[in-house]
């Protein structure tokens, strides 16, 4: 019995004593594992802990310039949110934005304190501004640029207005762009923004015409690959002129497809057209388009004859594109709704295209097609399903087209 007892006694003290061990050992673990934890956690808020603009000394106020300040807490943001509390940040030099950069502003405004050639320099991958505004302020050639290489860009609720030619001679002459979005660019989002008072007060060197752009996308220079798989969206497009070429969204300068989505946009005030395509492979969906003027809208460096309001809502000079479901409308006249020329595989599909109610009708096509190559036979048109009011034509075809499908459209 007392041997017994003893080995008992020898087993309790061993099991305690191995439990003790195991217990001391989880608790080691258990340090560790918060430690370890505790530092990533470190890493993660360092990296995604919000960089506010006004601890590197920005007032916000609208007369300090805030330029150098802002460039530090660009150069300490990269993979970081920057933040734009509620005012007015003056700048004398353009922004540059690079990889993984996230601005978000709060009533927060950009305002071009000096002549510019744009306000934002994008170039880099994986980079959201929200919540902008970009004023011009009249001295600023551009408001964003979105530079070759970058990718994955979203440009989500911001305004950008008053861009215009900059009285410094080497930049009063050139192209005035909302936002120029160059060749070899890929993943670009353009979402719920407004794009305002882009407008030409000087004729652009070598043409001579007065030219502005709501957005732009083209090879900045020509070895530029093409830009591709960019969204317009949910955005308004409001006074881009004059009527000498004023227009809302432009693509251009690329032979491949684009994949170029323009979806649920809204166009007023547009002076020449709301949308020229240029470049193969769009979508131009769901958007408004309203002619405002009526007798109002004239050619400054064109000769003026005085028949019509605005040239076209929609010109497609490039082929695989796809017109659906818009609402084209307004006051004054177009001399055409939907322009096509020199571009085959198109698709005009539930559209309601509408001349102005004011606007005289006797001339105008609902949708013009053309060329202006000789010899050239265009193909593979679809024409379903549209309603065509107060217009001369409903399609107007003066060249050769095979493979031409139109049914089921209603002409009032």
């Not at 340090?31 to 919000?50: D, E, R």
């Not at 693509?251 to 491949?256: C, H, K, L, R, Y």
């Not at 076209?312 to 055409?336: D, F, L, M, P, Q």
């Amino acid at each position: 019995m007392l041997f017994m007892g003893r080995i008992l006694d020898i087993y309790n003290s061993f099991i305690k004593e191995e439990f003790g061990r195991l217990l001391r050992r989880k608790k080691w673990i258990l340090f560790i594992l918060i430690g370890v934890l505790s530092t990533l956690l470190m890493i993660w808020y360092n990296q995604t802990k919000a960089v506010n603009v006004k601890d590197y000394g920005a007032e916000g106020d609208g007369i300090t310039d805030d330029t150098t300040a802002i460039e530090m807490a660009m150069q300490d943001s990269r993979n970081h949110k920057i933040y734009f509390p509620p005012g007015t940040y003056k700048i004398t030099r353009e922004i540059a934005i690079h990889d993984g950069v996230e601005i978000t502003g709060e009533q927060a405004a950009l305002k071009a304190g000096a002549d510019l050639f744009t306000m934002l320099r994008i170039k880099g991958q994986h980079v959201h501004i929200e919540g902008m505004t970009f004023n011009g302020s009249n001295t600023s050639l551009r408001g964003l640029t979105i530079a070759s290489g970058s990718r994955y860009v979203v440009i989500s609720n911001c305004r950008i207005h008053h861009i215009t030619q900059p009285e410094n001679p080497s930049l009063s002459r050139l192209t005035v762009i909302g936002i120029r979005i160059e060749g070899g660019t890929r993943n670009i989002s353009i979402d719920h923004c407004k794009i305002q008072n882009v407008f030409a007060r000087n004729p652009i060197k070598g043409w001579d015409h007065y030219v502005a752009r709501g957005i732009l996308i083209s090879p900045e220079q020509t070895q530029q690959p093409a830009a591709k798989n960019i969204t317009i969206s949910h955005s308004s497009f409001t006074s881009i002129g004059p009527k000498d070429d004023g227009d809302g969204i432009v693509i251009q300068g690329f032979d491949e497809d684009v994949n170029l989505k323009i979806l649920n946009n809204n166009f007023s005030y547009n002076h020449k057209r709301a949308i020229k395509i240029q470049s193969p492979g769009t979508l131009i969906k769901g958007n408004k388009i309203y002619n405002n003027f009526y007798k109002n809208n004239f050619y400054t460096t064109y000769p003026e004859n005085d028949a019509y309001d605005m040239w076209a809502a929609i010109s497609v000079y490039a082929s695989n594109t796809t017109i659906e479901k818009n609402t084209i409308t307004g006051v004054g006249r177009y001399a055409r709704v939907i322009d096509i020329s020199n571009a085959s595989d198109i698709k005009i599909i539930k559209n309601v295209l509408k001349n102005g109610y004011r606007g005289t009708n006797h001339d105008s096509s609902m949708i013009s097609i053309t060329s202006t190559k000789s010899g050239e036979i265009l193909k593979n048109f679809t024409i379903l399903d549209n309603t065509f009011i107060n217009g001369r034509f409903g399609i107007l075809a003066s060249s050769k087209i095979t493979n031409l499908k139109v049914w089921n459209n209603k002409l009032n």
